[in-house]
């Protein structure tokens, strides 16, 4: 396993050690180590010399900024204006019920979280959810089983 | 360069890709090359169409005609009847809902007919990733005027003669501000483009960013040349990867030719542009808060004045405007002020892009003239409301903007008009809503929506979005009171007037749309204990017809509480109890059954059993 720090530094050269970069260099932190850990927060900020609290209200601000270890599989249910009226609400409770858990949250086995999001801007396929980033458009009860089916199956081959 | 006598237009925006787009352009290009057609017909992929939901689109070049939803196993047949026989496939072609024949060319067909593109011009016809295909439609010629024929001085006066306002929402006029800011003694200065676009329904900005993400860049480098600025940030949502990705492909190319970057086209004249990723969240979008995201701070909005005209970005001039509205400078420039301003009302000129969605049949985005007529839109481009339902309101503006009702159908869209009837312009999503919307639903979800965005700095929209939700959530479970209403109307105003920046200053507005034109719905769920659209979970019951239940299952293992017990062949019946409103029954019950239905008011509590609810005085 790659050791945290050095993902950090890595990341901090790459944008020159500059402290206006500090959200994508917590992006590409993330991108390199899954989500953001104290520990990780506290390197960034040790590295761009800023005081950990500001390194703290920046990653507690944005939604895209995960705290917490996410799970092996990412379903996101959109809840666009135009998903909530073509249904979006059901799509989503049908997700929690099958997975056991609330959005936000993610299962205690680590295989899924389940996220919503305000709008992916692809209101022409409402209700839209995205399954380890393939989009499913026109999203039904049925369609999500199979979705969740097809991932559990990989699951057991693996 | 190579001559091909046919071109494939495969559209390969968010949705069609969605949908399987590069999967068909890989199999056409084998099939392609199968037949040996590979010296006579060219597979190339293009940005969005704009008609998402009959994706994946593929337009023949040059015969014009517009196939759609294909799939990899009609693209044999298709190419060996249209390429090869010279025959257009009509089962792939466009069939207008309720009708039997098929629209051949893109030109007839109704959804694009109507439609007037300015900043859409390429959609469909240039491949995104490639700046030679923009160029060779004119691209760069408005920069190359603005910059070696124009003072900057003239190219605020052409645009402020262009009578050019923001795109994003609010119609500040864009000369305007410009000249604001070149005005402005500290140095250096900054252009922005704003492509955060947050408004739930609306994804104009990203289909651009997609499509032609070179006309931005056009935009941007003619406006620096205006105010003087020699840098510039491409602000785009994290939710648009591909959006980030093809702008940071232009950007390079554009450098690479030398229309970027240090000495453009040897005029002397530099200025440089950077993206930056936002990192989720819609109060990002106001645009003092969207600079001080790219500051590396969190996205606070801050008091205006000073505008960011004056002091912006690092203290220093700033001149911010959104993604279209970037994209409509380079037309203006190359075709002048006149030929722009001839379009639209007297106040509103050139076009708007909206994004039509919802309950329509036609559902995508859309350029218009400004001053069309909202039943021009919803009827003609739309198509209408599908399933034969009737329409009911159309939601124009996002988390900012209004319900408009039927009886408003007639009215010209611009700022004003939209302004007037309780909406607004915003970035431009139009949510056409039919009988089966609960307004009293949608004035919730908005207000959760912004309650949730709200940033917190400013007290009246942080605490009071959450007591206007709080309020509408007793409303939809049945709980509210004639006291309640007037509350709401209160707190409206409060937020409204107390807020700080547009989030707060526009979250009551839904709210106050469907109050003034849907107060009869609100009334039905306080007085009534009913959710006449049928909607609302907490005053709606689940009942499965016995005349009309032929017994086949479908709803009892689709059921995730097991309410509904039966037998195969005999009438299956809800456990009111146990039932959760998911409505997983109603969905599954065959069309032509039709068995489940939903009921409310003192109907509805009777078949659940539940006891008549006392009417509160």
Known sequence: MTSEPTAVELVVAKYHRQKRALIPILQDVQDA????????????????????AHVWSVATFYKSFSLEPRGRHRCTVCMGTACHVRGGAAVLEHFERKLGIQAGETSADKEYTLERVNCLGACALAPLAVVDGTYYGQMTEIKADKILETLRDGKEEA | MEHYRTHLLVCAGTGCVSCGAFKLKEALEKEVARQKLQDEVLVVTTGCNGFCERGPILMVHPDGVFYQRLKVEDVPYLVEEHLIKGRPVEKFMYVPPAKRTP????????????????VLRNRGRIDPEKIEEYIAYDGYEAMAKALTAMTPAEIIAEVTAAGLRGRGGAGFPTGKKWALCQQAEATPKYLICNGDEGDPGAFMDRSVLEADPHAIIEGMVIGARAIGADKGFVYIRDEYPLAVKRMGIAIQQAKDYGLLGEDILGTGFSFDLEIVRGAGAFVSGEETALIASIEGQRAYPRQRPPYPAQHGLWGKPTVINNVETWANVPSIIRRGAAWFSGMGTMTSKGTKIFSLVGKINNTGLVEVPMGIHLRDI?????????????????????????????????LPVDYESLAKAGAMMGS???????????????????????????CGKCAPCRIGTRQMAGILARIVAGEGSDEDLKRLEELALTVKQGSLCGLGQTAPNPVLSTLRYFRDEYQAHITDHSCPALVCKSLITYFIEPEKCVGCLLCLKNCPTKAISGELKKVHVIDQALCIKCGACFNVCPKKVRAVSKYTGAKGRALAGRAEQPVKP
């Not at chain 2, 629209?103 to 300015?118: C, G, S, T, W």
């Open chain 1, 33 to 52: 180590c899954q989500w953001l850990s104290s520990e990780t927060l506290a390197e960034v900020a040790r590295e761009l010399d800023l005081p950990v």
């Open chain 2, 103 to 118: 629209v051949p060319k893109m030109a007839d067909i109704e959804f694009f007919k109507h439609q007037r593109l300015i």
């Open chain 2, 378 to 410: 919803i009827y003609g481009i739309g198509g209408g409301i599908p399933g034969g339902r009737d329409f009911k309101a159309i939601q124009i503006g996002g988390p900012s903007g209004g319900c408009i009702p039927k009886e408003l159908l007639d």
């Open chain 2, 428 to 454: 431009g999503g139009m949510i056409v809503m039919d009988e089966d919307t609960c307004m009293v639903d949608i004035a919730l979800y908005f207000l959760r929506f912004t309650q949730e965005e709200s």
